[in-house]
């Protein structure tokens, strides 16, 4: 539309010292000549474009006009910037590049980012999560395949509603057709994810479903006691930081950990196992005997014919 590309002309000029009317032309996709009356309009609505000749030229604003920056401050403005910056990196997202460009001209000049926001997708399938977006934005009903914790997969259908970032992992939230209930997807074990042209109206109480939103209390938690060792402190740390710490004079470390029925969270036990020899299970005992089930299926699977 004509008003959103005279408004992004505005901003790009704000941010930049120079623009040829070809390098916009060929970003809007118009032709140099549609550019040229734009330029007319911009100058008509009084902004103060100036017009610079020569094999570098093109044009600009006049030097020293600047937006009125007491709308937000510079705190709100660089942390804007910096969430903004990293979603339009994950999901390639034009919209909110636009928006970053209208938010640096009223940011401070040349000031050193302070926060920086990387949410990693090496989990994830970028892909998988660009569709997830355009199909909540549109409405559209997905379909996909799953593999649940019990390994079994299944095809779903669901209505999206909201993309969910936690625990370094992604997660999808929407009505599960195939389940007929709110369900929660993590993006990473989903397959094949394909945008029906079928559209449905939200069910926005879904969104305030109480499995989804009250975490489990610390009195319904377990506690796992975990003896650490001196070469493996970093490493457990890195997973379980909020954990009460206890260190010993060895360099070694007891650490109590509170999880929700620990002998079926799977995810545990691949994370306790990952240490190898710098963590040792202590309490409960249930969990010693799944652990070291688990080490001797593996043997199996390494012993010589």
Same mark, same amino acid.
């Given at each position: ?10 901003? !790009? ?10 390098? +916009?032309?060929?970003? =809007? ?7 040229? %009356?734009?330029?007319?309009?911009? $100058? ?12 570098? #030229?093109?044009? #600009?604003?006049?030097?020293?006009? !600047? ?22 990196? &994950?999901?390639?997202?034009? %919209? ?34 660009? *569709? ?39 997660? &999808?939230?929407?009505? $599960? ?5 709110? %369900? ?9 994810? =394909?945008?029906?042209?079928?559209? =449905?109206?939200?069910? *926005? ?21 975990? !003896? ?18 206890? =260190? ?10 509170? &999880? ?15 240490? #190898? ?22 043997? !199996? +699977?390494?012993?010589? &014919?």
């Amino acid at each position: 539309m004509k008003l959103e590309r005279l408004i992004s002309i505005i901003y !790009k000029l704000l941010n930049h010292e120079v623009l040829s009317a070809s390098m +916009l032309a060929e970003e =809007f996709q118009v032709s140099p000549r549609t550019i040229y %009356r734009d330029i007319e309009v911009i $100058c008509a609505a009084g902004f103060p474009v100036v017009s610079h000749q020569g094999t570098k #030229g093109g044009y #600009g604003m006049m030097d020293g006009y !600047k937006m009125d920056r007491s709308l937000l401050g510079s705190y709100d403005v660089n942390s804007l910037i910096t969430v903004l910056k990293s979603l339009s990196s &994950v999901f390639a997202d034009e %919209r909110a590049q636009g928006t970053i460009e209208r938010l640096q001209t009223i940011g401070p000049q040349h000031q050193i980012t302070s926060l920086s926001v990387d949410l990693e997708t090496h989990r994830t399938d970028p892909d998988a999560l660009r *569709h997830l977006r355009m199909a909540i934005t549109g409405r559209n009903v997905v379909r996909f395949e799953y593999i649940n914790v019990n390994n079994e997969r299944t095809t779903r259908e669901m209505e999206p509603l909201r993309l969910h970032f936690k625990y370094r992992n992604w997660y &999808v939230l929407g009505f $599960c057709r195939t389940r007929q209930e709110p %369900r929660e997807f993590r993006v990473s074990r989903m397959l094949n994810v =394909f945008l029906l042209q079928e559209t =449905f109206l939200p069910d *926005h109480n879904i969104l305030e479903d109480a499995a989804f939103s009250n975490p489990r209390r610390e009195d319904q938690l377990e506690t796992v006691v975990i !003896k650490v060792g001196p070469d493996a402190l970093a490493e457990v740390m890195d997973h379980f930081h909020l954990a009460e710490k206890q =260190f010993h004079v060895d360099g070694s470390m007891t650490m109590r950990i509170l &999880v929700d029925q620990p002998l079926k969270a799977r995810w545990l036990w691949a994370i306790l196992l990952g240490f #190898g020899s710098g963590v040792e299970v202590l309490e409960p005992p249930a969990l010693r005997g799944i652990l070291i089930e688990q080490l001797q299926n593996t043997l !199996k +699977l390494y012993e010589e &014919v």
